[in-house]
């Protein structure tokens, strides 16, 4: 039987973090839809157009990895896809707490969904979407922590902060 698994979040933008999570999900299960939260309450820094875009250019080295969208329940969106398994990364001690609370919520709402973690790599357990913008916003750069698609979108979004 194939197991399909979700990895969901709102990749603003994806970082080398997230992609280090979904290459070692890519090995565990025979399919990895990477999809992104179409959020009406929240206004992204980029819209989840150019957040897919950027996700399935950094991801394509990735055969069994699909990059899509969406709303509404989680829970729900999983078992449209057929799958079983949502996939999320732990960075820190710091991301237990949501986490956990998040996977106990998608398990009282669906008990056939399992919440499968990854841990991340040390050297990307300081990286961060927001973090990456806040730093790119202000001049720093991230080169190191984002792929060079991601690099050129943010050079283009916060062209004029840069010195
Ligand atoms: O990358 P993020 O922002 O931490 O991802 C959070 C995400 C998208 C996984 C979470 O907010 C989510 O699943 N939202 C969809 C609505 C939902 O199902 N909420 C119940 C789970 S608490």
Excluded: W
């Excluded at 950094?58 to 699909?66: G, Q, T």
């Excluded at 707490?97 to 009282?108: G, K, P, S, T, V």
């Excluded at 969904?113 to 990286?127: A, C, G, H, Q, R």
């Amino acid at each position: 039987m194939k197991i399909k698994a979700v990895y969901p979040g709102s990749f603003d933008p994806i970082t080398n973090g997230h992609i280090y999570i979904a290459e070692r999900a890519a090995k565990i299960f025979d399919e990895v839809i990477v999809s992104i939260l179409i959020n009406e309450r929240k206004q992204g820094a980029f819209t989840v157009e150019e957040r897919c875009e950027m996700a399935r250019e950094s991801l394509a080295h990735i055969k069994n990895i699909k990059v899509d969208s969406f709303n509404g329940l989680l829970v729900d969106y999983v078992k449209q896809c057929n799958a079983g398994v949502i996939i999320r990364g732990l960075r820190a001690m710091s991301d237990f707490e949501y986490e956990f609370q998040m996977a106990l919520m998608n398990r009282q709402l669906a008990t056939d969904i399992e919440t499968f973690f990854i841990v991340t790599d040390p050297k990307y357990s300081y990286v961060s979407s927001s973090s990456v913008r806040e730093i790119f916003h202000f001049g720093g750069t991230v080169k190191d922590v984002v792929p060079e698609t991601v690099f050129e979108k943010l050079r283009e979004r916060y062209s004029a902060c840069i010195k």
